[in-house]
T-cell receptor, first 111, second 116 residues
Framework: DTGVSQDPRHKITKRGQNVTFRCDPI?????LYWYRQTLGQGPEFLTY????????KSRLLSDRFSAERPKGSFSTLEIQRTEQGDSAMYLC?????????FGQGTRLTVV | AQKITQTQPGMFVQEKEAVTLDCTYD???????LFWYKQPSSGEMIFLIY??????QNATEGRYSLNFQKARKSANLVISASQLGDSAMYFC?????????????FGQGTTLQVKP
């Protein structure tokens, strides 16, 4: 499978716990994006990597959120001290312009 | 500010008929890209079609075509010969031309239901 892969697909966590999501992009794509999608809305941009460099972060990305892309390959998105408002679908996309391809997403539920 | 507007929260279409999903956009950039994605209930965002702002011909991909009207700033998706498997949420998105980050701005989406 050469598409974008995300793990886990679903995560249920208690409020206050930390969670980490992983994204494996299409191997030849140097651009990687994280988006968040809440119920009934379109995805919203969170952050962007070109290779290993994180070049842009949305104001939506509070200081509880951190993303990394070591060696310009896979990426992780960590949420510390989760809140109920963090419940959403977290989507990863990789791109070799002009097109962008998404993974299956990680659905986070904070209880 | 750049913005995507999808004014149809929900649409119904009879199987085998064509349907048009509306999308208008707002940007001051001369260079931009427009996308349509399909999101079934499983959550995956499936790329359907892309149109560059400088492309003179409307994009087509199988049963999908993009009706690009630059002066009206519209990029409607046309699905021909609808199938039951087309039932899903559809999102229109725009890629910024400035800044070159390639990030996408999405509309609110349109839910399409195909009736047998």
């Amino acid at each position: 499978d050469t598409g974008v892969s995300q793990d886990p697909r679903h995560k249920i966590t208690k409020r206050g716990q930390n969670v980490t999501f992983r994204c494996d992009p299409i191997s030849e794509h140097n651009r990687l994006y994280w988006y968040r999608q809440t119920l009934g809305q379109g995805p919203e941009f969170l952050t962007y990597f070109q290779n290993e460099a994180q070049l842009e972060k949305s104001r939506l990305l509070s200081d509880r959120f951190s993303a990394e892309r070591p060696k310009g390959s896979f990426s992780t998105l960590e949420i510390q001290r989760t809140e109920q408002g963090d419940s959403a679908m977290y989507l990863c996309a990789s791109s070799s312009l002009p097109q962008a391809f998404f993974g299956q997403g990680t659905r986070l539920t904070v209880v | 500010a750049q913005k995507i507007t999808q004014t149809q929260p929900g649409m119904f279409v009879q199987e085998k008929e064509a349907v048009t999903l509306d999308c208008t956009y707002d940007t001051s950039d001369q260079s931009y890209g427009l996308f349509w994605y399909k999101q079934p209930s499983s959550g995956e965002m499936i790329f359907l079609i892309y149109q560059g702002s400088y492309d003179e011909q409307n994009a087509t991909e199988g049963r999908y075509s993009l009706n690009f009207q630059k002066a009206r700033k519209s990029a409607n998706l046309v699905i021909s010969a609808s199938q039951l498997g087309d039932s899903a949420m559809y999102f229109c998105a725009m890629r910024e031309g400035s800044g070159n980050t390639g990030k996408l701005i999405f509309g609110q989406g349109t839910t399409l239901q195909v009736k047998p």
